[in-house]
Nanobody
């Protein structure tokens, strides 16, 4: 069983930045896990934000391209999401996810999920 623990959420003004972290209980690279970030706003479906394959290849949802960056610290088994130029529409609960499917963008493609961290962007 893989455990994922998110951190770093909070309240920020529009145009500001936040960095989220996701610590995994196992080695991401050795187990060849794809790691992803999703978000969910009230009353909306969970939306893909960014992913990183075990090879280090990264990919993003259209709404965050150029503003968000996903990265990984292999020694700490931790994935980060650097969020810049935040907008009110970025508000939601951000979830970290792990799975074995390369370039996965759907919730069904991920087997493991964290509990989420709230990000609120004020206008």
């Amino acid at each position: 069983q893989v455990q994922l623990l998110e951190s770093g959420g909070g309240l920020v003004q529009a145009g500001g930045s936040l960095r989220l972290g996701c610590a995994a209980s196992v080695s991401i690279v050795n187990n060849k896990y794809t790691m992803g970030w999703f978000r969910q706003a009230p009353g909306k479906a969970r939306e893909f934000v960014a992913g990183i394959n075990w090879t280090g290849e990264t990919y993003y949802g259209d709404s965050v391209k150029g503003r968000f960056t996903i990265s990984r610290d292999n020694a700490k088994n931790t994935v980060y999401l650097q969020m810049n130029t935040l907008k009110p529409e970025d508000t939601g609960v951000y979830y970290c996810a792990g799975g074995r499917i390369i370039m996965a963008r759907t919730t069904a493609s991920y087997a493991y999920w964290g509990l989420g961290t709230q990000v609120t962007v004020s206008s």
